[in-house]
């Protein structure tokens, strides 16, 4: 009875969906492209060798988190077909850009049943494989019904999902009962989905995968031309920060000039469809900035860089000496700080951090990261304090790198669980 008014509930909020995916296109045209993905029409995409894994990952930050996954599983099984999913079109120009045509993409059907069941005829999986947190019920059960393996890897529930999912908990046994593996970050995620009534005997510590970061040669080689171009200059950068983050950076950079006259601002907002308004705002506070998806030349007058690309983050944190790492002046939980400490740079953060508490928690232990006030001053002061003095940023760095290093191996713990089920 509760599937059946969710399922129609679904069916009935479809007009709402498409009226906010055309209100979205308005500033991210993508959105209202391929359209017909989202409900099982693949008629657009090249059909998969059938026997392949899909592997979901929602937007950017996860399929940052599943690609040395993926590239793991085509190391080791060349000739799996990998047909990678997404919701949000970022999240797809994310997964062409690093793999190519490599593996399948597609955006995943809405939890519809008719919807499931032409994408799951079309790409016949032999498993399905969730990055983190989505849990969609009409998907388990059309996968169970298939004898298709579910599995949620690197699994995190927030706070906030795990209190609305134990409103209905006694309604969620039979989907929990569904999932044939669920493979925690952390204990606290893994302690949340036993409360909600999982079987411990199918739940498997691994650690976070995020942890298992590789500075590729590719990439130190983007990075070296980029410092090229920036020089010897000192370099900070504000990485995925959101709305209402991006006003805070820039007063706290303007404050900064008056004692750091040369220093250079990467901005990098996490929308693509917020690129040209942070433009027009740095246009208004009359900044001298450049865009770094037109090539513009950085000469000694440009004050802030624009990161309005994708994929590129990790680069943008090679050339810097300080990140600030963004979604954490507002109330959207914070972004993932491993990247940028696996260039040993100095983390500050605000203190909403609330998506990533553990390794948040660890990275404070030891001092490896700074949490602030969400204002521009304590900002431009930890800033300052950093470009002040070496020495501590590099006892930051290279402690909050040490926590980097002594929490890497997940990805190889995940991999040995897949394993049956990538060869069966």
Request: net charge positive; charged share 20%; aromatic share 10%.
């Amino acid at each position: 009875m509760s599937r059946f008014f969710y399922t129609s509930l679904m069916y009935l909020l479809q007009p709402f969906i498409l009226l906010f995916m055309g209100i979205r296109s308005l500033k991210s045209p993508n959105y209202r492209k391929r359209l017909g993905e989202r409900y099982g029409l693949c008629y657009q995409v090249r059909k998969p060798v059938p026997h392949g894994v899909i592997i979901h990952a929602a937007s950017v930050g996860e399929v940052i988190a599943a690609t040395p996954l993926v590239r793991l599983i085509q190391r080791e099984y060349p000739h799996l077909p990998i047909t990678v999913t997404t919701v949000t079109p970022t999240g797809s120009e994310r997964v062409n850009s690093a793999f190519g045509q490599s593996v399948t993409h597609m955006y995943l059907p809405y939890d519809l049943p008719d919807a499931l069941n032409r994408f799951l005829d079309f790409v016949q999986p032999k498993a399905c494989i969730v990055i983190e947190t989505e849990i969609w019920p009409n998907l388990i059960r059309q996968l169970y019904q298939r004898q298709t393996p579910f599995i949620i890897a690197n699994a995190r529930l927030s706070p906030r999902s795990a209190k609305r999912y134990g409103w209905v908990k006694h309604k969620l046994q039979n989907m929990l009962n569904e999932i044939t593996l669920i493979a925690p970050q952390d204990s606290t995620s893994g302690q949340r989905y036993l409360a909600l009534g999982y079987d411990e005997k199918n739940l498997k510590l691994t650690g976070n995968i995020k942890y298992d970061l590789v500075l590729s040669s590719e990439l130190l080689s983007k990075v070296k031309q980029l410092k090229a171009q920036i020089g010897s200059r000192p370099v900070w950068v504000a990485g995925s920060t959101h709305e209402g983050e991006d006003e805070i950076i820039l007063e706290a950079h303007r404050t900064l000039l008056a004692t750091f006259p040369n220093l250079l601002l990467i901005l990098s907002p996490r929308h693509p469809e917020r690129f040209n308004s942070v433009a027009d705002m740095l246009h208004k506070r009359k900044f001298c900035y450049c865009r770094r998806s037109t090539n513009d030349s950085i000469t000694a007058q440009t004050n802030v860089l624009l990161g309005d690309t994708m994929g590129e983050l990790m680069t943008m944190y090679g050339v810097s000496d300080v990140a600030f790492v963004g979604g954490s002046l507002v109330k959207h939980g914070g972004h993932n700080p491993l990247e940028p400490l696996a260039f040993k740079l100095p983390v500050i953060s605000g203190k909403y951090v609330f998506n990533f508490p553990d390794v948040f928690d660890k990275l404070l232990q030891v001092h490896g990261v700074l949490l602030v006030n969400e204002n521009a001053k304590a900002i431009s002061s930890a800033v300052s304090k950093y470009l002040r003095s070496p020495a501590l940023r590099e006892r930051y760095g290279y402690a909050g790198y040490d926590v980097l290093v002594e929490n890497q191996g997940a990805l190889q713990r995940l991999f040995a669980l897949l394993r049956p089920y990538l060869e069966k």
